[in-house]
């Protein structure tokens, strides 16, 4: 669990990862980078990049961001027209070098890659099974699982591939390389993003289809659930792993995680954002004299919130962009003075006036503490919470690091008892009719409802039954 100074720090939920490949282009490692550095916000404790030319795999991995981990020489050394990268945020299996991926698995049939997204549920079932029979683990990373699953299987790689994802529940997009061939795959709730593009002749793959605009290229639809596209001897070939698919995808994608200029499932994040907010002036109105969001994720909810109250929308904060990586701890004196703080208030705006405070989620309450405090201190008179989200009341399997019950305040407080504990004259959250409005029907919703999409039972029997 996270320590209170981290919570401090990052301030909100973190997710697992995001991956980006290329096929078919010169340099692709290069054109991988640039995607990393837009995936960055979604992990910033490791990167990586494997590439291909045809015959052998190169993999560059090391710990911190994209930039800096790689330089252009190390570039250099990543050659061939197909590439995988990965940026890491752990929530399963802890950090370390040794799980910072793409994972390159040694095997007598083939090298190969895996960089994944999402997080395994059945993972403690599936690594007792394996160790049983054999399998040596070398990381402490859930991802590594389907490297010894496909191992295991007999058949084509691509068939080997096919059947190891029928044993694995819970929340995967991955993309893995062989050094002729890539296999682009997302589970079959469609948990976790994942797009593909087109760049000339080239294909590229995302967990975010925003990565696309820096590399010039072009968004052609999402990765569907349970798809398997290969990609070998420049031809695309498309499969299902099984047909018993839903559409889950996290809601906290179009609430925190994703930039407003990702499109998911058809629907571009800004404008959920924006009707999210819309919906919350509906759904709560109050008198006020502007709204101001919480930077980056709830300022397209407060243009929403202000479109429909005819509230003036306002920059009452501000963020302060580099604080987050910082190890020093601030001592007593700088804690209280919010210093640390990623966000600034902006006097400026909010002195004496009575603020619409929009943001997208509450987890253990302290960030909004905060907030408010900072809010408060620059002067700021009442202040009414709105927040694009229902209350958070239960963990996340699927690859968030909501961990447990304990540190979820939604699980103790009413919405009234929570205003005050974080100091708003007022606080309400998005209804879940509000918010599948908002974001359509194909989300997931479990961590506001307790309703998971996925039986975490055992699939250990199952496997041993096929062996
Ligand atoms: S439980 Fe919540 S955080 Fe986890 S996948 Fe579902 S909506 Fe996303």
């Given at each position: 669990m996270k320590s209170e100074f981290e919570y401090f720090l990052d301030g909100k939920l973190n997710e697992e990862c995001g991956v980006f490949g290329a096929y078919n282009i010169d340099e692709a490692s290069q054109i991988v980078y640039y995607g990393l550095h837009s995936l960055q916000h979604r992990g910033q404790e490791g990167a990586g990049i494997a590439s291909s030319d045809g015959e052998n795999i190169i993999t560059k991995k090391g710990e911190g961001l994209a930039s800096e981990v790689f330089d252009s020489e190390k570039l250099s050394t990543l050659i061939g027209n197909m590439s995988v990268g990965h940026v890491r945020y752990s929530t399963s299996g802890g950090g370390g070098i040794e799980n910072v991926q793409p994972l390159f698995i040694r095997a007598h049939t083939g090298n190969f890659v895996v960089a994944h997204n999402g997080n395994i549920v059945n993972t403690r079932e599936l690594k007792m099974h394996l160790e049983a029979m054999g399998s040596i683990f070398h990381t402490t990373s859930d991802s590594e699982i389907i490297a010894h699953l496909i191992q295991r299987e007999a058949g084509d790689f691509k068939e080997k591939i096919l059947k190891a994802l029928t044993k694995i529940e819970g929340a995967f997009s991955f993309i893995i390389m062989t050094k002729d061939s890539m296999y682009v795959i997302r589970d079959k709730n469609g948990f976790r993003p994942l797009a593909m593009g087109t760049l000339d002749n080239a294909y590229v793959f995302s967990s975010e289809s925003s990565a696309f605009q820096i590399v010039g290229a072009k968004y052609l639809r999402d990765v569907e659930p349970a798809e398997v596209i290969t990609l070998h001897k420049n031809n695309i070939e498309i499969d299902f792993y099984t047909d018993a698919t839903q559409n889950k995808m996290c809601a906290m994608e179009y609430i925190y995680f994703s930039r407003p200029d990702t499109i998911i499932n058809g629907l571009n994040v800004h404008t959920s954002r924006r009707r999210a907010g819309a919906i919350l002036a509906r759904e709560c109105p109050v008198n006020a004299d502007i709204v101001i969001g919480v930077p980056d994720s709830s300022l397209s909810s407060a243009m929403g919130y202000s479109d429909y109250s005819n509230i003036p929308c306002e920059m009452g904060l501000i963020k302060n962009r580099y604080v987050g990586r910082t190890f020093i701890k601030p001592?007593?004196?700088l804690r209280e003075r919010g210093v640390m703080m990623k966000l600034s208030a902006m006097e400026a705006i909010v002195r004496d006036k009575n603020l619409i405070l929009v943001d997208d989620s509450i987890?253990?309450?302290?960030?909004?503490?905060?907030?408010?405090?900072?809010?408060?201190?620059?002067?700021?008179?009442?202040?009414?919470?709105?927040?694009?989200?229902?209350?958070?009341?239960?963990?996340?399997?699927?690859?968030?690091?909501?961990?447990?019950?304990?540190?979820?305040?939604?699980?103790?407080?009413?919405?009234?008892?929570?205003?005050?504990?974080?100091?708003?004259?007022?606080?309400?959250?998005?209804?879940?009719?509000?918010?599948?409005?908002?974001?359509?029907?194909?989300?997931?919703?479990?961590?506001?409802?307790?309703?998971y999409p996925t039986s975490t039972f055992s699939l250990l029997d199952e496997i041993k039954n096929q062996k």
């Open positions: 001592n007593q004196m987890v253990r309450g302290t960030t909004s503490r905060h907030i408010i405090k900072l809010l408060k201190n620059a002067g700021a008179k009442e202040i009414h919470v709105r927040i694009t989200s229902s209350p958070i009341i239960s963990p996340c399997f699927y690859g968030v690091d909501i961990s447990n019950y304990d540190e979820l305040i939604s699980t103790k407080y009413n919405a009234k008892e929570l205003a005050d504990f974080i100091g708003a004259d007022s606080l309400y959250f998005l209804s879940s009719e509000g918010m599948y409005e908002a974001m359509g029907k194909n989300i997931c919703t479990a961590c506001f409802t307790g309703k």
